[in-house]
C-alpha cells in the first residue's frame, strides 16, 4: 500500500506547499460558481490533514476520507493539537458510506489520480456524488494529460535537511501512453551522518486525464462540468503546457 512508512516523511517532503493559498483557491470557487452556503466538506484523500485542518479554522465544519492510517493519523493529531473537532474516516473513496451529505466536495493534489482504470474513476466520481447535497461543488485537481505527454516526466531527487537528519528521495517516472499513467518509483533514504536510519522503496500509479473523458465521466454520472482550470489560476484558460489543472463541477 502507498503512503504507509512513507507517510512519516510526507510533510518534509511538501514543506514548502501553500496550503493556505491553495484554501484561499477553493473559497475563491466557492464565491464563484455557488449561491448555496457552504458549511459541510468533504475532504477526499485528505492526507495528513493539510486543507482539513485549514478550513476547519476558517469555520466549516470538515471530514476528512483517506486510504491510508498512518496519514490518518497525523492528521488527527494535528487536530487534536489546534482542538478542532474533524471526522477522520478510513475509507475508499471508490467505496464511499459516510451516512451524511455535505455542501461541497474536495480532493486535493491528484488524489483523483490515483483512479487508474475507468471502473475506479466511475465508482469514485459515484461515491462524491452520493455524499453531496443536490448543487453541491466537486472540486479536484490532477494531471493534465497534454502537458505530460509533451513535458513528458523526467527523473528528480529531493534532498531535505532536518533535525531528524538529512532524508533523499528520488523519484524515476515510467510514461505509460497507452493506458495514461505515470508510474513512479519513489525511493527514500533517511541518513543521520553517514548512518542509513531508513529506507522506503513505493510505486505511485498516477493517471492524466484529458478535457473530454474528464467531461464524459462527470456527466455520465450526474455531474455537471463548469469549468476546468490551470491549477490556482481560475481565471486562464487550460494550456498545453499546464500540467496540474482544477476542475470544478456541481451534482445535478
Avoid at 103 to 131: C, K, P, W
Avoid at 162 to 180: K, S, W
Wanted: net charge negative; proline share 2%; hydrophobic share 40%.
Amino acid at each position: 500500500m502507498v503512503f504507509n512508512r512513507y507517510s512519516n516523511y510526507y510533510d518534509s517532503f511538501y514543506a514548502e506547499k501553500d496550503y493556505a493559498a491553495e484554501c484561499d483557491f477553493v473559497e475563491l470557487i466557492f464565491d464563484k460558481f455557488t449561491d448555496q452556503s457552504i458549511k459541510g466538506i468533504l475532504d477526499l484523500g485528505c492526507g495528513t490533514g493539510g486543507h482539513t485542518v485549514l478550513l476547519a479554522q476558517r469555520g466549516y465544519q470538515l471530514s476528512g476520507v483517506d486510504l491510508s492510517e498512518s496519514m490518518l493519523s497525523i492528521a488527527r493529531s494535528k487536530a487534536k493539537e489546534l482542538s478542532l473537532t474533524i471526522d477522520y474516516h478510513l475509507q475508499d473513496m471508490r467505496q464511499l458510506h459516510l451516512e451524511q451529505t455535505f455542501d461541497a466536495a474536495v480532493s486535493m493534489f491528484a488524489v483523483m489520480g490515483y483512479q487508474t482504470s475507468n471502473y475506479d474513476l466511475e465508482q469514485a466520481i459515484q461515491g462524491v456524488r452520493q455524499h453531496l447535497s443536490p448543487g453541491g461543488l466537486f472540486i479536484f485537481d490532477g494531471w493534465f494529460g497534454p502537458a505530460v505527454l509533451s513535458e513528458r516526466p523526467v527523473e528528480r531527487t529531493k534532498i531535505i535537511e532536518t533535525d531528524a537528519g538529512r532524508i533523499i528521495r528520488h523519484a524515476r517516472p515510467e510514461l505509460d501512453v497507452v493506458n495514461h499513467v505515470v508510474k513512479v518509483f519513489y525511493n527514500v533514504l533517511h541518513l543521520q551522518g553517514h548512518t542509513l536510519i531508513d529506507e522506503i522503496d513505493e510505486v505511485h500509479t498516477m493517471r492524466f486525464f484529458f478535457y473530454q473523458e474528464i467531461e464524459y465521466f462527470l456527466e455520465k454520472n450526474g455531474f455537471e462540468l463548469l469549468k476546468i482550470s490551470p491549477f490556482m489560476e481560475l481565471d486562464r484558460a487550460i494550456a498545453v503546457d499546464d500540467w496540474n489543472m482544477t476542475v470544478i463541477c456541481r451534482r445535478v
